[in-house]
């Protein structure tokens, strides 16, 4: 047979032909295209977890810090003590996103978020005044200050120590 015959022999079936190839193209090309919103999203997902780890790390670090330092100052005998509340500044609005760490960092982050939690509860059960964000301890209460600080500022290190441990934070 010669390529004009195979030609003709194929020409009824021209319409198929062109069919299939074009259903195959355009499966090649579905699958592709998917391929690469997978690898995109999953980029995405790894930035958004990356990110979430570092904004936790330096807000639970410089509250640590700063609450290690309030425990540390010297208070007079007989005076007040003015401390602020320890707020979430910018990680509070990140708390859809704790899903994207690890399971383990995910624990030591919500153990850093309840202490301090329950720290501020305590405080305001301890303080003769509130205002502004800042509670007025009597001197009396400074030593339960410091050890709610210092297991407040724990607990946040560790959580910085998981949070570092990825090479992220």
Request: net charge negative.
């Amino acid at each position: 047979m010669t390529l004009i015959e195979i030609l003709g022999a194929l020409e009824p079936y021209q319409t198929t032909i062109v069919g299939a190839l074009g259903f195959i193209g355009v499966i090649w090309t579905l699958r592709t295209n998917a391929r690469h919103a997978a690898a995109a999203h999953e980029r995405e997902i790894d930035t958004r977890r990356r990110a979430l780890r570092r904004v936790l790390a330096a807000e639970f670090r410089n509250d640590a810090r700063a609450l290690r330092e309030n425990s540390e100052r010297k208070v007079p005998p007989g005076e007040t003590i003015s401390v602020g509340r320890s707020e979430r500044a910018v990680s509070n609005a990140l708390d859809a996103d704790i899903g994207l760490l690890d399971l383990d960092e995910i624990d030591v982050v919500m153990n850093a978020i309840i202490s301090r939690a329950g720290m501020n509860h305590l405080l305001e059960n301890m303080a003769v005044v509130q205002s502004n964000g800042r509670f007025v301890l009597p001197a009396t209460a400074f030593d339960d200050f410091c050890d709610v600080a210092s297991t407040t500022a724990k607990a946040m290190e560790l959580a910085v120590q998981a949070l570092e441990y990825s090479g992220d934070a």
